[in-house]
Nanobody, 122 residues
């Protein structure tokens, strides 16, 4: 099975930056997408950013567009989420997940990593 581990969360002041990492392993084919989701208590998981493995196409949800950037390092089997100009409303547990294509629908994912907490203070 595919295994994912997200890390890099922490506490940061508004306007600051953090970089999350998602280490992935166990793939049996190259045609997949890695999606970052986030979740706050009492709400569903929200898709944030996505990258496809084959052609490195990226997508960012409207709330983070222009502030977040997703990238991948094939040699390290790691996907990064660079988060800049962070806002208090970005506070959430962030998860990385794998699915057959980019989608913001959490039910479209096949594997999930454990989350990492991001807290943005005002």
């Amino acid at each position: 099975d595919v295994q994912l581990q997200a890390y890099g969360g922490g506490l940061v002041q508004a306007g600051g930056s953090l970089r999350l990492s998602c280490a992935a392993s166990g793939f049996t084919n190259d045609d997949y997408a890695i999606v970052w989701f986030r979740q706050v208590p009492g709400k569903g998981r929200e898709g944030v950013s996505c990258i496809t493995n084959l052609d490195k196409t990226t997508h960012h949800a409207y709330p983070v567009r222009g502030r977040f950037n997703i990238s991948s390092d094939h040699a390290k089997n790691t996907v990064y989420l660079q988060m800049n100009s962070l806002k208090p409303e970005d506070t959430a547990v962030y998860y990385c997940a794998v699915g057959p294509f980019c989608t913001w629908y959490w039910g479209g994912m096949n594997f999930w990593g454990k989350g990492t907490q991001v807290t943005v203070s005002s």
